[in-house]
């Protein structure tokens, strides 16, 4: 019989925060599957960023085919980063021939070739419905904004603020050095 070679991977946001009772949950799925514990990968960093070493360190090995399953307690611990990123990971690992499976959301399981890959494609589907959505939202919000602009000469903002243009004050973040405060997508945004 073949025993799986598996990875750990753990990851708390601060220096302060304990990651061992990740390492201990995750160490003893491991034995309980009989799984061969090949490497730990451990960051002390938020999962905002894919810049963390261990994780990085973890994808070189998963392209050597160092082992053939990363654990990890759940998906928020292995990235933060939004579903679009985690979908790519999911991707790259599964191209490097490596399964990712949480011991705490049993549906977060790529060892299931079907199972994972209509999950992969339901969650990147519900991203880019999302994507849209809030793309429409903003669009509607901006129509709006112009309707009431053009016929009373305001609008009222989220913040229930009187506003009298849709562009930003003078001297925010949108002036360039050349001194110009209104960019290319404000004039826009006021035809």
Not at 7 to 28: C, G, H, M
Not at 44 to 62: E, H, I, T, V, Y
Not at 164 to 174: A, H, I, N, V
Request: proline residues 2%; glycine residues 6%.
């Amino acid at each position: 019989m073949i025993k799986i070679k598996v990875a750990l991977y753990a990851r708390v946001s601060t220096e302060e925060q304990d990651y061992e009772s990740q390492i201990s949950q995750l160490k003893s799925f491991q034995k309980l599957q009989s799984y061969d514990l090949v490497s730990v990968y451990v960051d002390k960093m938020s999962g905002g960023s894919s810049n963390r070493p261990d994780f990085q360190r973890m994808l070189r090995d998963a392209r050597l085919r160092k082992f053939d399953m990363l654990l990890v307690t759940s998906l928020d611990r292995f990235s933060r980063e939004g579903i679009v990123n985690t979908l790519t990971y999911l991707k790259r690992l599964k191209k490097y021939g490596v399964a990712l499976k949480s011991i705490r959301e049993s549906w977060c399981d790529t060892t299931d070739e079907g199972l994972g890959e209509i999950l992969i494609s339901i969650v990147a589907w519900l991203s880019k419905q999302e994507r849209q959505h809030i793309s429409d939202h903003t669009k509607r919000k901006l129509d709006q904004y112009k309707k009431d602009l053009k016929e009373k000469g305001f609008f009222i903002n989220k913040k229930g603020e009187k506003k009298y243009s849709l562009g930003r004050p003078k001297g925010s973040k949108d002036k360039n050095p050349k001194g110009r405060n209104n960019l290319g997508y404000l004039k826009r945004w006021e035809k």
